[in-house]
């Protein structure tokens, strides 16, 4: 049997040189939060809860988080001490996740962890190309790549900015 020869790439594979990246950013990420005892996920809850009263489902589509992850990172937090769940203000009907103190203090501890692996994946890049990067890959993120294309099982998709 004979070897065939596969066909000759006319395109670089942007699947694989996204795909590949952005896993080991998360890599990377989960690593630098674990040292302060966060996951991702509960870095997106604590930021994203803090700037105003959202309820736990919000919170979810913020992070594109389904149901269970949402109860089982939330719980993770109230266990913590980060976040507790709370009547709203503005519909007694609806719970909202309130940061406590010590919350807002690991959020703001967690936010500078970010920032710091964000700075080191971008410190790869020449200087002069960073802001050009961000501007076109936001262009994509926003754009052509902004909605997934429907299909039999939806494939899962990548976390929101936190």
């Not at 795909?19 to 509960?42: F, N, P």
């Not at 959202?54 to 913590?80: F, H, N, P, Y």
């Not at 507790?84 to 959020?107: H, K, L, N």
Request: aromatic share 2%.
């Amino acid at each position: 049997m004979t070897a065939m020869t596969p066909p000759t790439r006319t395109q670089p594979d942007l699947s694989y040189l996204l795909d590949h990246t952005s896993h080991v950013l998360r890599t990377q990420m989960a690593e630098a939060l674990a040292e302060i005892g966060l996951t991702a996920r509960m870095h997106c809850v604590l930021v994203h809860a803090l700037g105003e009263e959202r309820t736990q489902s919000q919170l979810a589509e913020i992070g594109d988080m389904d149901k269970t992850t949402m109860v089982v990172t939330v719980d993770a937090l109230e266990k913590a001490g980060l976040a507790e769940r709370r009547p709203s203000s503005t519909d007694r009907r609806a719970r909202i996740i309130a940061v406590t103190e010590e919350g807002a203090r690991m959020a703001e501890r967690s936010r500078r962890i970010v920032d710091e692996v964000h700075e080191k994946a971008l410190g790869a890049l020449p200087e002069d190309d960073r802001a050009t990067f961000l501007r076109l890959l936001d262009h994509l993120a926003t754009g052509h790549l902004s909605t997934p294309a429907p299909g039999p099982a939806p494939a899962r998709r990548a976390r929101q900015r936190a």
